[in-house]
């Protein structure tokens, strides 16, 4: 797996360099009303991935931005190398939205299992993967670390503009004017799916706290073959501080700016005591007493 991973490290770090010969007074790309990263995101690959077709053992980790998704998608590409060492190494970034419409073609070609990860919204993922029933792990995190998170992957990320400041990006956050617009919405359309038999929602914060019995979760949902001690072994080499020390080994340049603290809680370094009780009147309005919103333990991990 470290070679399929320093080539990955390798494109990443070819992105980058090219982003120093693109203009970048146009950073945001808007399609469909979701606002999207420019750089890595095209109307063209939009349309593409909207006929994609899909197959039945095909993997989808999804996640609203700074929920997971990496962590997950490390965890999964693990668990699928130990299963099927003689895989080749995806091609290019597994992220369904930074695929190029050459890139979605060229799927066709990779062989089983196939592994994808995404932020778009329920409605947003293509058709196939909700019409062959594909199984797709959906990891969610609690508002406040999540919206405190973005804003710093906001100000260190060279595809995205800065924010101004914090008290602007709430503000943001709140209103869905971010990338991949609000985390709310997303959380509603997911909470009316959460009892469907090829879907499985964990949290961050579940996992961070027994990160083995979740990666046996994972592997007993995609109906993977490990041996106990090869889970253990996994979920080893996947706590926050082993990612972060391999970082710039798997994701090149790139891997300061995806794992910065990976903590439960650090959203009280930010948030005011007001906006603090505007996150909790709108989690009230939209998730309490919703499936999610109880599996997202709000009152443990969300109040001063």
Known sequence: MAEKMSNLANRINLFLAGLKEKDKKELL?????????NLLCSSEAFEALETMETRKED???????????????????????????DLPPPEG???????????????????????FTTHLHYDNIPKSF?????????????PKDAAVSYYHFYNKNPVLPNASSWDEFFQKFMSGEVCWKSYFDHA???????????????TFEDLKENLSVGVKQIAEFYELP????????????????????TSKAT??????????????????????????????AKFEECLAGTKLGVKLKYDKYCKF
């Open 226 to 245: 490990l041996s106990d001690e090869m889970m253990q072994s996994i979920a080893d080499k996947a706590t926050f501080q082993s990612m972060t020390n």
């Open 29 to 37: 790309l808007t399609y469909k009303g979701v606002l999207y990263p």
């Open 130 to 142: 909700i019409k062959n029933k594909v199984k797709i792990l959906v990891i969610f995190r609690n």
């Open 188 to 202: 509603l359309a997911w909470d009316k799916h959460m009892d469907e038999e090829n879907i499985m929602v964990l």
């Open 251 to 280: 994701h090149g340049e790139f891997g300061p700016i995806l794992f910065r603290k990976g903590e439960v809680g650090d959203w009280k370094s930010l948030f005011t005591e007001v906006q603090s009780q505007e996150m909790d």
């Open 93 to 115: 970034f597994q992220m369904l939205e930074f695929k190029g419409p050459e890139d979605i073609q060229a799927m066709k070609n990779q062989p089983s299992p196939r592994v």
């Open 59 to 85: 993997m989808l980790i999804v996640a609203y931005p700074k929920c997971g998704t990496n962590w997950m998608l490390h965890i999964v590409n693990e668990m699928v190398d130990a299963c099927n060492k």
